[in-house]
């Protein structure tokens, strides 16, 4: 096999491979924040897996950590192994909790309590999947208490020194797609123990993460007003040891087959951090102002959709795929300001608002037409639901004020006709333009753009005839459109004359 072939399976087999991982996988969040302050970062489950990841991310960025682990002696490996890594100086403690112990869990806040600083963020990561059924010390299932009941009860008692913090502190919960299909809380009592059976150690799994998210959901309604905000993540598929229980992933010879499938769909831990690691850098950021209305630019325009559809306080992560790529982001709506409804504003008000929509549908008309297309229609809404323009009474709302309406809906009339068109929209053009036969007088503009939707839906005579309507022969683009029509007229004349020619001799 020659060179070139050899480089072009590598190229295929490479693209393949990327677009597979890019599938399953997707973006990584990649942010440059480092913390000077050394803010202070709680984590669970910290000794292995997606935790280890999160933590040797954020002690790279200058963060304090203490990592909550069940095995204290593997956490010191941990945290030896940072030191070496990043170097002596690093902040890290590594202190003792059992999630299944409900006293361990108050001695370890206890602990953190000591080290006098407000919590940055908590992340409840630490979790069991699968497991068999078991009591605790505390008599309490463990899948439950472990995923849900410790990490309740240690966000509660870190509240406070999380609600210390100067700027935006943060809960991050790391939850599961599983628990997306549970539709409603289980009649069965979660913190007893269940028969075991495959289906029912999930159920218990899907259950705790569900009452994560119920919890969640719960408290971030509660902290609304204050500076912590509650999230929850979902991992993905990640290569860690948590399937130690599950039975396909256990089995040594069942583990290898599969290994190359999860190279492909299988994140790594890193890869795994990357939605909590988003939530955990991101920001407390500048207040942005946003007019409604005022986006010249697609990707505006999308956020001022979003916006008009979220509620005060709430915080959605959007990503707008374009041409271009994609672009992610995240939006918070803080408060609306001089919010006014269309009914309580003056026809004056909503001529200024009009006015406003058809600027933007002007200023990008020509690098997007589509969206000033639904700029011109939107201002023209502004004007025709305010009122019918022969219900406005002049004495009431100004004569001049009524005079600028019709004129900027004639406008409008003539921009939206100026968008169909170079959609190839011919037909509605000229439906939209029905109103300049009406005119005794009508604009060059008008003309022209009757004229050339008529000749591109080849009705030569009517658009020869529409141009004559205005000395067409002193406006350059009228003159140069008559020319086309003409020529078009000939040549059409011509291949009528040449068929006649042949049928008849
Ligand atoms: N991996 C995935 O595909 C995936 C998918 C969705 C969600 N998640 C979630 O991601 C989180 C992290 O899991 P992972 O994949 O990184 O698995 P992992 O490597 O097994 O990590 C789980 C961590 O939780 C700790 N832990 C278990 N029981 C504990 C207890 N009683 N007290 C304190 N710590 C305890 C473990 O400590 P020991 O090492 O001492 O056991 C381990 O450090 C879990 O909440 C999991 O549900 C994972």
Same mark, same amino acid.
């Given at each position: 096999?020659?060179?070139?072939?050899?480089?072009?399976?590598?190229?295929?087999?490479?693209?393949?491979?990327?677009?597979? *991982?890019?599938?399953?996988?997707? *973006?990584? $969040?990649?942010?440059?924040?480092?913390?000077?302050?050394?803010e202070l970062v709680v984590i669970t489950g910290a000794s292995s897996g997606i935790g280890l990841a999160v933590v040797k991310d954020l002690v790279r960025r200058g963060c304090h950590l203490v990592l909550g682990c069940r095995n204290e002696a593997a956490g010191q490996i941990v945290c030896d192994q940072l030191r070496k890594q990043f170097g002596s100086e690093v902040l890290v403690d590594v202190y003792f909790v059992d999630l299944g112990s409900l006293k361990s869990i108050v001695s370890f806040v206890d602990k953190v309590g000591l080290l006098g600083k407000p919590v940055y963020a908590l992340v409840n990561n630490a979790g069991i999947f699968y497991a068999p059924p078991a009591l605790t010390a505390d008599q309490i299932e463990q899948t439950f208490e472990i995923n849900y009941l410790g990490h309740y009860l240690l966000t509660i008692l870190l509240l406070p020194k999380l609600k210390q913090h100067p700027n935006r502190s943060r809960i991050v919960n790391v939850v599961s797609k599983a628990q997306i299909c549970v539709e409603r809380f289980p009649d069965t009592e979660l913190h007893q123990l269940y028969d075991d059976s495959p289906q029912n150690r999930f159920r218990a799994y899907q259950y705790s993460k569900f009452c994560l998210v119920l919890f969640a959901h719960k408290l971030s309604s509660i902290l609304a007003n204050s500076n912590v905000t509650v999230h929850c993540v979902d991992p993905g598929n990640v290569e860690t040891a948590i399937y130690r229980h599950f039975p396909q992933l256990n089995n040594k010879v069942l583990y290898y087959l599969q290994k190359p499938i999860r190279l492909l769909a299988v994140k790594t831990p890193r890869e795994g951090t990357r939605e909590s690691n988003f939530l955990k850098l991101d920001e407390p950021g500048n207040e942005q102002w946003i007019s409604m209305g005022s986006s010249v630019t697609p990707i505006d325009y999308y956020v001022e /959709?979003?916006? @008009?559809?979220?509620?005060?306080?709430?915080?959605?992560?959007?990503? &707008?795929?374009?041409?271009?790529?994609?672009? =992610?982001?995240?939006?918070?709506?803080?408060?609306?300001?001089?919010?006014? $409804?269309?009914?309580?504003? =003056?026809?004056?008000?909503?001529?200024?608002?009009?006015? /406003?929509?058809?600027?933007?549908?002007?200023?990008?008309? !020509?690098? $997007?037409?589509?969206?000033?297309?639904?700029?011109? +229609?939107?201002? @023209?809404?502004?004007?025709?639901?305010?009122?019918?323009?022969?219900?406005?009474?002049? @004495?009431?709302?100004? @004569?001049?004020?009524?005079?600028?309406?019709?004129?900027?809906?004639?406008? #409008?009339?003539?921009? &939206?006709?100026?968008?169909?068109?170079? /959609?190839?929209?011919?037909?509605? !053009? #000229?439906?939209?333009?029905?109103?300049?036969?009406? /005119? +005794?007088?009508?604009?060059?503009?008008?003309i022209y753009r009757k004229a050339l939707a008529q000749f591109h839906v080849k009705q030569y005579t009517e658009a020869v005839k529409t141009l004559q309507r205005i000395d067409y022969a002193t406006n350059k683009e009228c003159s140069t459109l008559y020319a086309n029509i003409v020529t078009n007229l000939e040549k059409e004349k011509e291949k009528y004359n040449s068929m006649v020619r042949k049928m008849f001799g």
């Open positions: 096999m020659g060179l070139l072939s050899k480089i072009a399976i590598l190229l295929g087999v490479g693209t393949i491979t990327y677009v597979i *991982r890019w599938h399953y996988i997707g *973006r990584l $969040y990649r942010s440059k924040r480092t913390f000077s302050s050394q /959709q979003i916006l @008009a559809q979220m509620f005060t306080n709430e915080r959605s992560r959007c990503t &707008i795929s374009c041409k271009s790529g994609s672009v =992610s982001f995240v939006l918070e709506l803080l408060r609306i300001e001089d919010n006014e $409804y269309y009914f309580t504003r =003056s026809s004056a008000q909503m001529l200024t608002l009009a006015k /406003q929509y058809k600027e933007n549908g002007v200023k990008c008309f !020509a690098k $997007y037409p589509l969206l000033a297309h639904q700029f011109f +229609n939107r201002a @023209a809404k502004c004007l025709l639901s305010f009122a019918p323009l022969e219900y406005l009474d002049p @004495a009431i709302e100004g @004569a001049d004020t009524i005079a600028s309406i019709q004129s900027l809906l004639e406008t #409008l009339n003539l921009n &939206i006709a100026a968008c169909l068109i170079k /959609q190839n929209r011919f037909d509605d !053009a #000229l439906h939209m333009l029905e109103y300049v036969d009406r /005119q +005794n007088n009508p604009s060059p503009k008008a």
